[in-house]
């Protein structure tokens, strides 16, 4: 191997003698000497910003209430402190619609009251001396404290006074800084900084800094290397050695990757550095992305290398790569562009059968139901806005009263929380449908809610959001009515007229036409909606779910359960109808639908996980220091039974930092799958009775309990089926029928169930025999066949580069599947298998022909 | 069993090359056409041939850059081309050309290397065949910088670095200027006499006279013959190796009746109204009878010298000879 290590040796000398390399070395240290002042500022601040108010509308609501001398004494105690003419303004401002305040003069208000040495009292705050952060500030009294402890106990004493409207402050707050000055607030925490934002950012400057740029000079530099050496003033000489041509090819080749290789590692070896020093974030994917990188530039110098040995020129061998680029380009971008609507978004999350209907609810969040006229999947309704993601609570179906109950809210694509025009819930009344007009939520309102999965009938998780801006139903009361300063985020023309808005006289046309609604054609049914709906009450804020329990509706919210009063409902509709011979639920009846059936204090932090019971008699409720067991009686919700984790030393940190966690129990069993820890097994007690080892990368997206059984379904990101035998503490895998990969599942009795399969079919499948019993596969699309059958082909086929991407971002994250919704906080959020290896291998197989055209061209020229 | 020790340094038998040339219609063209060739261990071998005689397919198949079509061909016992027998020459190319990041250390380094010599002996090396290529105190700087000369020198260090049997030179005087053209004369002479075989490709026939012991003519892809100067001379000139040449003056008439009664080739000479007549003459008796002749035709003699045949002359006899067959 001598002589060929003496080539790379000598390639090496000949990268070091490059001008070129040199300057690139200058600019990749300058542009690090730029990057490495950034960092994160960690601050110790109890101030209050505009974004720590998580529910505007409730923040100025008990602001009212505490001005009127109303309300708890803790919130009074806060609110004597603020400057009168502001609570005066505060309080007009819910009169007079001409009147805004804003989040920021709220926490402007509320920070200047941090200052007070005046809010502490016992009466006011009688809990407050048993918390252990608490009570040393309070037994130094307000003569020892100095400003900074004053502004600790009082922001401290406002989150016990504003629980769920203002957001917990731990003593710090992240920024960018530059140098040591801070110059931006982070609005979101180290958590989706670390997942989202480090991940893209580092993505982008490899990808783009590297991957692209450094990649094509390096294409550009390196490409006269084969050519010159295969012209025959010095190839003769190389020939006439005692050495093979194949070798001497290939370490020519391999010589040339040194130079990029240089570049490559000095310009990662200082990112990692930087992103180490300056954000705490070790990430040795940075290093590992070094042979990755230069695996992508040696799939174009394959190309540049075998065009040098044909054409012998330079110039030819930089236009071929160009080109080659080019085309591995347009195949990538068509095919990274479809995939997620063909592939990835119409999978199924939740499936049942309501009356004769299979009904469906997508990873987009589109519920859909089975048009069996033309096998389509048809929308059910009109949705927030078609192919934008959203978070859909329900379908629940009201066998009694034939009716759906659902709601979809749009998702932030920046993560952290959901919204919608309305958070009034749709409800779509199957025994009447057909008498009002497809529609849209009124527009100009916008809901921050807390976002969840949850299954069709019963189940709910995950953790809740943030509410940024509460604004009420311009078909609300008048007393709700408050003002949003995100107003200019959200506008959206309603796609339909309201009925609200309609002639009444147009209605009994409308009925008429129903029939004549129905699609005439493959394209109206996938697009037109199937059913009607009218809008019901308004959810309660900063949700986490709507769940059916014992034929009532309830709603998960961080202030608690919520049970909707469906015989008011009844009451108010059948009067309605009386009255108007009209729907018109929502004037009448507005939050008043919801009412609140959990103990007084009972609320839920942010990052708990609720979960209802596969009976649907009880909500089992995980946060981080405990697992409660909240059973529903007689309308009602108490605390029956508790399990509290082994004390953790307290810590100010933000709890968002916490692994997620998703939790289901049945009547005997309790199991909770936490983030990259073991399943963890409680009896109906909530005593523990054993743990499950848990690979990692088996990440969970759905769990179901096989009814009547002790075995619990789990539905893996990656398609596989799973469950849990609670008895034996073992997992196994389904003996399923379906050679597809499953994307959810919800059983119908014990041996049956509907099965979700990418992308987009449902099955409803007889486990005892092997059997699937119905089937409902759509028909493609043209884009889905132009996808089946010219894309994929071909971009399977073909090389490449561009997909190492996503191999790219798995080093970087180490998870092999990339959320679509970042930040949602979810376990069952959508996410997008990562191809890793696919691509590396394609790519791999590409340039082993590539160079082995080459080498039988060198091998078998006579130059 | 053959001692290895005992075979040629090159021994050819029948050798033959075809090249074919464009994709559709495949033109054929014989660069060899059956060649024969031996050069003995220890000689310096000189191989003439005007442009496209087929010399740089000969070296090229020696070397085991191009394939032959027929024949047989060996280097030192082993098949040309192999591995085996490459380890064992040198080559200095024609229009040797090295990378721009080399000095003359790093490309010494890389060529020995490439020749499976240990670095030890690389260093030990350079500075010797340096010193002998009259490099020294040059070999820190970038070949670049360097004249042809000087480049070719360099070229010839590396053919020697890893004390090959067999020295293959292609047009190593190529562009020197006189003092640089002695150099290497010089040099392949020292490595005659050090035992060296030296297979000498050159346009420049003085200097093939100069220094190869034998000599091969070959054109049109066969070869036309093999032998010391002298031996080819005969070949070529039916045992002729004198001549007689001078500068004379007489009548137009006179001149003409000279070319016409013997053999004399005349030239006129510019500005001094002489002529220069040359004629082949081997012993004294033959010189006399020319000039007696020229004097009884009133010629006078200014100046006479008598001549051997030139290798120039025999080549071109040769390649002449060849071509009116040919034709």
């Not at chain 1, 919130?75 to 009169?95: G, I």
């Not at chain 1, 108490?638 to 997620?660: G, L, M, N, R, V």
């Not at chain 1, 005997?668 to 909530?686: H, I, K, W, Y």
């Not at chain 2, 495949?26 to 087929?54: K, S």
Request: proline share 5%; net charge negative; charged share 25%.
């Amino acid at each position: 191997m001598k002589p060929y290590i003496g080539i790379l040796i000598d390639s090496f000398w000949e990268a070091i003698n490059n001008r070129v390399l040199w300057a690139l070395l200058i600019c990749w240290s300058i542009l690090l000497a730029i990057l490495a002042p950034f960092g994160y500022i960690t601050e110790r601040s109890f101030t209050l910003i505009t974004a720590d108010i998580n529910n505007r509308a409730g923040l100025v609501e008990k602001i009212d209430q505490a001005a009127k001398g109303n309300g708890s004494k803790s919130v009074q105690a806060v609110v004597t402190q603020l400057d009168a003419a502001f609570v005066k303004r505060v309080q007009k401002s819910l009169k007079d619609d001409d009147i805004r305040v804003r989040s920021s003069e709220l926490a402007e208000e509320l920070n200047k009251a941090l200052k007070s040495p005046d809010i502490y009292t016992e009466e006011a705050f009688p809990t407050a001396k048993k918390r252990k952060k608490l009570q040393p500030l309070i037994e130094m009294g307000p003569e020892e404290r100095d400003e900074e402890d004053n502004e600790e106990l009082n922001r401290k004493l406002m989150q016990l006074a504003f629980p769920l409207e203002l957001a917990e402050n731990f003593g710090e707050r992240l920024s960018i800084g530059y140098a040591g000055f801070s110059f931006a607030s982070l609005p979101f925490t180290r958590r989706t900084a670390r997942e989202f934002l480090e991940p893209t950012i580092l993505q982008f400057i490899v990808k783009f800094g590297l991957g692209v740029i450094a990649v094509f000079i390096a294409i550009i530099v390196t490409s006269p290397i084969i050519p010159d050496t295969f012209k025959s003033g010095s190839l003769h000489l190389l020939l006439s050695k005692p050495i093979s041509r194949v070798l001497l090819y290939l370490s020519k080749f391999f010589g040339g990757t040194i130079f990029v290789l240089v570049n490559i590692t000095y310009f990662l070896v200082g990112l990692f550095l930087i992103a180490g020093i300056r954000f705490e974030m070790w990430n040795p994917g940075l290093l590992y992305c070094i042979p990755l990188l230069v695996f992508v530039f040696v799939i174009f110098y394959s190309i540049s290398g075998h065009i040098g040995l044909i054409w012998g020129n330079a110039i030819v061998c930089v236009v071929a790569c160009m080109l080659f680029w080019f085309c591995c380009f347009c195949l990538g971008f068509a095919r990274n562009n479809m995939r997620p609507f063909i592939e990835i978004f119409p999978q199924i999350n939740k499936v049942a059968k309501i009356e004769d209907d299979v009904t469906a609810v997508t990873n987009l969040g589109e519920f859909q139901v089975w048009n069996s006229d033309f096998s389509v999947w048809q929308p059910a309704i009109a949705s927030n806005g078609p192919g934008s993601q959203q978070r859909t609570f329900g379908p629940i179906y009201d066998e009694k009263r034939k009716k759906i109950f659902t709601k979809s809210f749009m998702q932030n694509p920046f993560g952290g929380g959901v919204f919608a025009r309305s958070r009034a819930v749709n409800v779509i009344d199957l025994n009447n449908e057909e008498g009002s007009e497809p529609k849209s939520e009124p527009a100009n309102e916008k809901e921050d809610e807390a976002e969840s999965d949850s299954d069709v009938n019963t189940d709910v998780e995950t953790d809740a959001g943030k509410e940024e801006g509460v604004e009420p139903s311009p078909n609300q009361e008048k007393s709700e009515t408050t003002t949003s300063e995100q107003e200019s985020e959200e506008p959206e023309e309603k796609p339909n007229e309201s009925p609200a808005e309609a002639p009444e006289d147009d209605l009994e046309e409308e009925e008429s036409l129903a029939d004549q609604d129905r699609p005439t054609s493959i394209f109206e049914a996938q697009f037109k909606p199937h059913w009607n709906y009218d809008e019901g009450p308004e959810i309660p804020a900063q949700c986490f779910n709507l769940a059916e329990m014992n034929g009532d509706i309830v709603a998960i919210c961080r202030s608690g359960f919520y049970r909707l009063d469906m015989e008011k409902l009844d009451t108010i509709e059948a009067g309605e109808k009386a009255l108007f011979g009209l729907l018109k639920l929502t004037n009448l009846v507005g939050n008043a639908g919801f009412e609140k059936v959990t103990p007084d204090g009972f609320i839920l932090s942010e990052n708990s996980s609720p979960s209802v019971t596969a009976e649907g008699d009880a909500i089992v409720v995980h946060s981080k220091e405990k697992l409660d067991l909240l059973e529903y009686r007689e309308g009602k919700f108490t605390i029956t039974k508790s399990h509290s984790f082994p004390a953790e030393e307290e810590k100010d940190e933000d709890p968002t930092e916490d692994p997620q966690t998703v939790i289901r129990m049945n009547k005997n069993f309790c199991v909770m799958a936490t983030e990259g820890q073991p399943l963890e097994l409680f009896d109906r007690d909530l005593k523990p009775v054993g743990q499950i080892e848990w690979d990692e990368k088996r990440e969970i997206k759905q769990m179901r309990w096989q009814p009547d059984s002790n075995r619990l379904s789990i539905v893996l990101h990656s398609g596989e089926l799973l469950f849990l035998d609670c008895d034996s503490q073992e997992i196994g895998e389904y003996d399923l029928p379906l050679a597809e990969l499953v994307t959810c599942i919800n059983w119908t009795d014990t041996n049956t169930a509907w099965v979700g399969c990418r992308p987009d079919s449902v099955h409803l499948v007889d486990f005892s025999q092997d059997n699937v019993l119905e089937s409902y596969t759509p028909e493609s699309s043209i884009f889905g066949m132009i996808y089946d059958w010219a894309i994929k082909p071909l971009y399977t086929v073909l090389p490449k580069p561009a997909a190492l991407d996503e191999a790219m971002l798995y080093l970087l994250t180490g998870k092999d599947t990339q959320s679509v919704t970042p930040g949602s906080g979810s376990i069952g959020a959508t996410k997008m298998e990562l191809s890793i290896w696919p691509p590396i291998l394609s790519n791999l197989a590409f340039v082993a022909f590539i160079l082995m055209l080459s080498c039988i061209h060198v091998a078998r020229k006579e130059f | 069993m053959v001692d290895m020790n005992d075979s040629p340094a090159i021994d050819v038998k029948n050798l033959q090359k075809e090249y074919r040339e464009g994709l559709i219609s495949r033109t054929r063209f014989h660069a060899l056409r059956g060649i024969d060739l031996t050069v003995r261990r220890g000689e310096v071998f000189g191989l003439l041939g005007p442009n496209g005689a087929g010399k740089t397919t000969l070296i090229k198949i020696l070397l085991g850059i191009v394939r032959k079509t027929g024949g047989q061909a060996q280097l030192l016992g082993d098949s040309a081309g192999s591995r085996r027998a490459r380890k064992k020459i040198g080559y200095l190319p024609e229009n040797l050309n090295f990378p721009a990041h080399h000095t003359a250390t790093r490309a010494l380094q890389l060529y020995g290397r490439l020749s499976y010599v240990p670095d030890a002996k690389i260093r030990e090396k350079s500075t010797e065949l340096l010193d002998l290529v009259g490099l020294s105190g040059r070999e820190r700087e970038y070949v670049r910088k360097y004249s042809k000369g000087m480049r070719q020198r360099l070229g010839l260090a590396q053919a020697l670095l890893h004390d090959p049997e067999l020295l293959i030179m292609d047009e190593p005087t190529d562009g020197l200027d006189p003092v640089g053209r002695s150099e290497i004369r010089q040099l392949i002479t020292y490595l005659r006499d050090e035992g060296k075989t030296v297979f000498l490709n050159s346009h420049i026939l003085q200097e093939v006279e100069l220094v190869c012991d034998r000599v091969a003519i070959l054109a049109k892809g066969k070869l036309l013959g093999v032998g010391t100067p002298k031996e080819l001379t005969s070949q070529f000139f039916a045992g002729q190796s004198g001549r007689v040449r001078m500068e004379v003056s007489g009548s137009v008439e006179a001149m003409q009746k000279l070319q016409e009664q013997s053999n004399f080739q005349s030239i006129p000479l510019p500005e001094s109204g002489l002529y220069q007549v040359s004629s082949s003459a081997d012993d004294q008796q033959e010189v006399d009878k020319l000039i007696d002749h020229a004097r009884g035709l009133g010629i006078s003699i200014h100046k006479l010298e008598r001549t051997s045949l030139t290798l120039e002359e025999v080549f071109l006899s040769a390649i002449q000879s060849y071509e009116s067959q040919d034709n």
